[in-house]
């Protein structure tokens, strides 16, 4: 049972690192929609946080590691890109993790249950993330009509 409250306290980490990179962008958020989604995401994942640390038998996200191999999130001088890209790769940590438990026995199916839906909830945030993270780069497409349309300089 220990490696399992291990387990659950490591997700709970994961679940509040998400929650605190989500807030972040929210708040740098330009679209006033996207910074309400992103706030509830935000909220849904503190909910999984604590719901996970709660399992693990240990208080909210207290006894934070930041020393484990993950930076804090970036400054808000990094911009609502820089931030949605440290969004997604910490949904996508944190999706891995849940997948990584997911192929481990688990004798309580209530749990496998709970791990599944904030598994489909981590991936399902991981995409849209990814999808706004590519809505700001340049296309390369129309880059190349620019780089046309532009006289060339001798």
């Known amino acids: 049972m220990d490696a399992l409250t291990s387990a659950l306290a490591r997700l709970s980490r994961h679940a509040e690192r998400c929650a605190e990179s989500l807030t972040a962008v929210a708040a740098a958020a330009a679209d006033p929609q996207m910074r309400a989604e992103l706030a509830h995401r935000a ?3 503190h909910c999984a946080a604590t719901e996970l640390a709660t399992r693990a038998g ?3 996200a207290q006894g934070r590691d930041v020393t484990d191999g993950h930076r804090e999130i970036p400054p808000f001088d990094a911009g609502e890109p820089g931030l949605l890209e440290y969004a997604a790769q ?3 940590r944190a999706a891995a993790a849940y997948g990584a ?3 481990e026995p688990l004798d309580d199916p209530e749990l496998r249950l709970l791990l599944a839906h904030y598994y489909r909830g ?3 945030l991981q995409r849209m993330l990814e999808q706004r993270v590519a809505d700001f780069a340049p296309s390369h497409e129309s880059g190349r009509a620019v780089r046309r ?3 060339p300089l001798h």
Do not use: D, F, H, S
Request: aromatic letters at 0%; charged letters at 15%.
């Open 58 to 60: 240990v208080e909210g």
């Open 101 to 103: 438990l997911l192929r």
């Open 149 to 151: 349309a532009t006289p």
């Open 122 to 124: 981590a991936t399902e």
């Open 43 to 45: 909220n849904l994942q």
């Open 90 to 92: 910490q949904a996508g």
